[in-house]
C-alpha cells in the first residue's frame, strides 16, 4: 500500500478524532488543517494532453454501452449547476462536459478529461438542488485533482488503450458489457488498480467544499446524498449504486464534512428554485417509466387533486410519449391555466406542437415567448429546431448562431447548427459542424469522414478552416505501436 502524503496523514488524524468526538484540539486548529490550500495540480505520469486523448475514447465506450440522454432541458439543468461550481474553480485544466444516463442507479462519477457523468436515478431521489451541486462539485474535484492520472503513474505496462477500458469498467459498474471490457486479466487488473482511495476521496471533497461555498450552497448536501445511498445498499436494492464501491470511506467522510461545516460555516444563497428541480424530476419519470402506468397514475393524481401542476405536466409528457398529442396540447391549456405566473410550462407546450409536427404553431408561441423571457436559452435552442424543420433554416441558423457561447449543450447545438447549413446548401459549414458533433459524441471514424470532407471543401484562408486545423492537432492520433493497441482500439470501437 502507498504512503499517503503527510497532509493527509494530519487530515485523516483530526477525521478521526472528531469521529470519536475527543475534543484533543482546539477549533481554531482544527479549521486550519481542515481549511488546508488544496494543491493546484499534482504530478502525473499520464500528461493533461493524454487525458485530453483518452477523453475521446473513454466517451465513445460509454456512448456504446450505455443510453445517454440528450433532452436539452434535463442536460441543461445538470450543466447549468456543474458550470455554477466551474465558476469557482481558478484554474480549469479541461473544457468539462455534463451528460445523463439513463439508469436508475443512484450514481455520478467522473473520467479523466473533464467528462462528468449522472445517473437519471440520482437526480429522481434528490430533494434539493443543493445535493446535485455537492455531488458534482465532489467529482469535478477528482477530475482538478488528476486522481486517475496519477494511479496511472504506479501502474506499469499499461497502455492508453488498456486504461481506457479499465476506467469505463471500473465506473460502468457490473454488466455483461463491461465484463466484456475486462476480459483480459492486464485491463482487470487496471481497473483495480484505478479505485480512488481515502486520500483522493479527502482532497476531492475539501476541493469542492470551498467551490461550494463561493457558489453560496449548502455543503451538507453531499451528505444527504451519501445517507441515501448507504440505505439503499442495505435496502438490498436493485439500484445499488456502484459510487459507493469507487467513493471508500462514508462513515468517515459524514463525520469530517459535518465538523467541517460547524466550524467553516457557509453563506447560503436563496436564488435556487426548487420548482425547476421538480419540473426536470418529472420529465425523467415520463421518460423512463412505461406511458401507460404513468397515464393511470397521474389520472389518478389530477382526481384527488385537479390543481396538481406536477401531475398535469406528467400527464402531459406520459400523453405526447404515448403519440397521443391531441389529448397532450389539451392537458396543456388547462394547465397553462393553472400555472399563472410560472410561464416554463409554455415551452413545454410549443415542444408539445413541434413533437406533434405542428412546427409553424410552435414556432410562433416561441417567438412570443422568448420576446418576453429573451434569457430562456432552452426555448430560443427549440425556437431554432421549430424554424429549422418548418423550412426556414437561415432564420434557425440566426437564432443558433447568438445562443454559440452560451448554450450548455455542444452536442445539440454541432448537430443543428450542421444541419442548418446542410439545408441551405453550404457543405463545407455543414461538415465542419458534424466533425464537431461526432467528435464530441465519440464516434471517431464517422468525426474522421466529416472532418477529411471539411477540409476538402473549406477555403484554407477561412475561419472555420483555421478552426478546423485547431482542433485536429488535439484529436487522438492513430496508434500504430502494436498489435496490443491495435487489439484494445478495435475493442474501444465495437
Request: aromatic share 10%; hydrophobic share 40%.
Amino acid at each position: 500500500m502507498d504512503s499517503p502524503p503527510a497532509w493527509s496523514l494530519l487530515y485523516m488524524t483530526v477525521t478521526i478524532q472528531a469521529a470519536k468526538r475527543r475534543f484533543l484540539f482546539t477549533g481554531a486548529f482544527i479549521l486550519a488543517v481542515l481549511w488546508i490550500s488544496v494543491p493546484p495540480e499534482v504530478n502525473a505520469m499520464m500528461s493533461i494532453k493524454q487525458e485530453k486523448e483518452m477523453r475521446q475514447q473513454l466517451l465513445q465506450m460509454v456512448k456504446n454501452q450505455v443510453p445517454i440522454i440528450d433532452d436539452p432541458d434535463i442536460i441543461g439543468y445538470v450543466s447549468e449547476l456543474g458550470h455554477r461550481v466551474l465558476e469557482q474553480v481558478p484554474v480549469k485544466f479541461f473544457d468539462y462536459q455534463f451528460f445523463v444516463i439513463k439508469d436508475d442507479g443512484l450514481n455520478a462519477f467522473a473520467m479523466p478529461g473533464g467528462l462528468i457523468f449522472v445517473h437519471t436515478g440520482l437526480i429522481e431521489n434528490i430533494e434539493s438542488d443543493d445535493e446535485l451541486v455537492c455531488v458534482l462539485a465532489h467529482e469535478i474535484g477528482h477530475v482538478q485533482g488528476r486522481h486517475i492520472a496519477r494511479r496511472m503513474d504506479r501502474m506499469k505496462k499499461v497502455n492508453i488503450a488498456t486504461a481506457a477500458m479499465a476506467i469505463a469498467s471500473l465506473f460502468l459498474g457490473s454488466s455483461e458489457a463491461t465484463s466484456a471490457l475486462l476480459a483480459s486479466s492486464q485491463a482487470l487488473n487496471a481497473s483495480i488498480a484505478l479505485k480512488y482511495s481515502r486520500s483522493d476521496e479527502e482532497e476531492a471533497d475539501r476541493r469542492a467544499y470551498q467551490w461550494i461555498c463561493r457558489a453560496g450552497y449548502n455543503p451538507l448536501g453531499l451528505v444527504k446524498t451519501l445517507k441515501k445511498m448507504d440505505r439503499y445498499r442495505w435496502l438490498g436494492t436493485d439500484a445499488i449504486p456502484s459510487y459507493l464501491s469507487t467513493h471508500p470511506g462514508g462513515d468517515e467522510r459524514f463525520t469530517y464534512l459535518e465538523d467541517l461545516a460547524r466550524h467553516k460555516p457557509c453563506k447560503i444563497k436563496s436564488y435556487r428554485d426548487p420548482f425547476r428541480l421538480k419540473e426536470v424530476q418529472v420529465e425523467i419519470k415520463a421518460m423512463t417509466h412505461e406511458p401507460a402506468v404513468l397515464i393511470r397514475e397521474y389520472r389518478k393524481k389530477i382526481k384527488e387533486n385537479p390543481d396538481d401542476l406536477f401531475a398535469l405536466q406528467g400527464l402531459a409528457l406520459s400523453l405526447i410519449k404515448a403519440r397521443d398529442y391531441e389529448e397532450a396540447l389539451r392537458v396543456y391549456d388547462r394547465l397553462i391555466k393553472l400555472a399563472g405566473e410560472r410561464h416554463e410550462f409554455r415551452v413545454d407546450q410549443a415542444r408539445a406542437y413541434f413533437a406533434a409536427g405542428r412546427y409553424t404553431r410552435a414556432a410562433t408561441l416561441l417567438e412570443q415567448y422568448t420576446m418576453d423571457h429573451p434569457g430562456d436559452l432552452t426555448a430560443r435552442f427549440y425556437l431554432a429546431k421549430s424554424y429549422l424543420e418548418d423550412g426556414k433554416p437561415g432564420k434557425a441558423l440566426s437564432v443558433l448562431k447568438k445562443l454559440e457561447k452560451k448554450w450548455h449543450d455542444p452536442l445539440n447545438y454541432y448537430l443543428e447548427t450542421g444541419r442548418c447549413y446542410a439545408a441551405m446548401d453550404r457543405p463545407g459549414e455543414a461538415h465542419y459542424y458534424l466533425y464537431l458533433y461526432y467528435r464530441t459524441l465519440g464516434n471517431i471514424a464517422t468525426a474522421d469522414y466529416h472532418k477529411r470532407r471539411a477540409k476538402e471543401i473549406l477555403p484554407s484562408n477561412s475561419k472555420l478552416y483555421s478552426r478546423l486545423m485547431d482542433y485536429s492537432r488535439q484529436d487522438p492520433k492513430h496508434r500504430k505501436n502494436t498489435s496490443e493497441d491495435r487489439d484494445d482500439m478495435e475493442k474501444i470501437n465495437r
